[in-house]
């Protein structure tokens, strides 16, 4: 996989982790989670906005016993709760027999699904987490002690932030950070590397390898239903839950309609379903009514429109970067682009056209997109 590349070689006198970037080579393989069974010994190499919480699911239900049938019956939270890590002390060498698998993803799709899914919807740990560093580095003048809230960042700034992690070797985090540093493919030789592209087929692969039966037949018969439905619940149970933190820093209606916009934008909802809630509504409707409304808007939704809207998002928000950033984006993610055979400068990003409608997807008030789907056809 990393002939001809420059990759993160070693010998047996000397390692050079140059191009894969591994900050602490003897650490490695310390956020890799082990499968250890009877018939079998794994190794799995979570890259997050990856798939990552299905195989963290996937690896639960190997390593633990419980009530569940397929991944997405395990809950989140004790799928990343309760899992076990790889020993402090362990080494790749010690899992060369072992069957090793990760899933990678385009970065630029990575690093848009990471904007919208933790900054753009109310999230406040990651307003923090990333908000506050970046607007703090990007932000003359900003006054830090005048607010406790970091929800406006653009996406050009989280572009401008993500690139400048990369290169000071700084506030990485695992939803952006270059997928060659987080697994070191050339230096773990992996058995099996997925595509998010096609999650499913890849997916049958690594269930077909375990023989793991009610996943095959989760995978074979309704993925998509179970995928689309786990994915609306989580968008809309995590921001209720967070009610009160997110109501500091922005109105309940706004929250609402951002994470109404977030399942347009990830194309699980059209942009003909318009956000549900008016007036009083809007402040006493629970979690579990507003996911009724998201699913009933997403069985409402046409299947062409939502492959549509989610290019037309994707083309729009990097639309919005200044064009030297993306380049140094493509730099920046450059062992990705050539190891994992993704295009570096695809033409609907890297090409100027000036007659490119913007339809502002991100302005959470909009509601009427008039015919979008039959201009942009």
């Given at each position: 996989m990393c002939s001809g590349y420059f990759l993160g070689f070693h010998s047996e006198q000397n390692q050079t982790y140059a191009i894969e970037k591994i900050d602490k080579p003897g650490e490695i393989t310390r956020h890799m989670l082990p499968i250890s069974g009877q018939q079998t010994s794994a190794l799995y190499c979570p890259v997050e906005k990856v798939g990552s919480t299905f195989w963290r699911r996937f690896v639960y239900m190997l390593t633990k016993k419980g009530p569940y049938q397929h991944p997405l019956n395990v809950p989140i939270k004790l799928a990343i709760d309760k899992i076990t890590k790889t020993p402090k002390n362990s080494t790749p060498h010690m899992y060369e027999r072992d069957f090793k698998f990760m899933f990678v993803r385009d970065p630029y799709h990575r690093v848009l699904s990471a904007y919208i899914d933790k900054l753009y919807v109310p999230n406040p740990y990651f307003w923090d987490k990333y908000g506050k560093p970046a607007i703090k580095l990007l932000r003359s003048g900003h006054d830090m002690k005048r607010t406790g809230c970091y929800h406006d960042l653009s996406f050009e700034e989280f572009v401008r932030f993500v690139i400048w992690s990369e290169r000071n070797r700084k506030e990485l985090d695992a939803h952006f950070q270059v997928a060659t540093e987080i697994c070191a493919p050339c230096?773990?030789?992996?058995?099996?590397?997925?595509?998010?592209?096609?999650?499913?087929?890849?997916?049958?692969?690594?269930?077909?390898?375990?023989?793991?039966?009610?996943?095959?037949?989760?995978?074979?018969?309704?993925?998509?239903?179970?995928?689309?439905?786990?994915?609306?619940?989580?968008?809309?149970?995590?921001?209720?839950?967070?009610?009160?933190?997110?109501?500091?820093?922005?109105?309940?209606?706004?929250?609402?309609?951002?994470?109404?916009?977030?399942?347009?934008?990830?194309?699980?909802?059209?942009?003909?379903?318009?956000?549900?809630?008016?007036?009083?509504a809007i402040e006493r409707t629970s979690s579990p009514l507003f996911v009724q409304k998201a699913l009933d808007a997403s069985k409402r939704s046409d299947p062409a429109l939502l492959k549509l809207q989610k290019r037309l998002?994707?083309?729009?928000?990097?639309?919005?970067?200044?064009?030297?950033?993306?380049?140094?984006?493509?730099?920046?993610?450059?062992?990705?682009?050539?190891?994992?055979?993704?295009?570096?400068?695809?033409?609907?990003?890297?090409?100027?056209?000036?007659?490119?409608?913007?339809?502002?997807?991100?302005?959470?008030?909009?509601?009427?997109?008039?015919?979008?789907?039959?201009?942009?056809?």
């Open positions: 230096t773990m030789n992996f058995t099996f590397i997925g595509k998010m592209d096609n999650f499913k087929s890849d997916a049958m692969l690594v269930a077909n390898h375990f023989q793991h039966q009610s996943t095959i037949k989760m995978l074979q018969e309704n993925l998509e239903t179970l995928a689309k439905h786990d994915a609306i619940k989580d968008s809309i149970d995590s921001p209720f839950s967070w009610k009160g933190r997110i109501k500091r820093c922005m109105n309940w209606p706004e929250a609402t309609k951002r994470i109404w916009r977030k399942l347009q934008m990830r194309g699980l909802v059209d942009m003909d379903q318009q956000y549900p809630l008016e007036g009083k998002v994707f083309v729009e928000m990097y639309g919005s970067v200044d064009p030297k950033l993306l380049e140094d984006m493509r730099d920046v993610y450059e062992a990705d682009f050539r190891l994992f055979d993704y295009n570096a400068s695809p033409p609907e990003l890297f090409i100027n056209d000036s007659m490119r409608v913007v339809h502002d997807f991100i302005d959470f008030n909009k509601q009427d997109f008039g015919n979008f789907k039959t201009v942009e056809n």
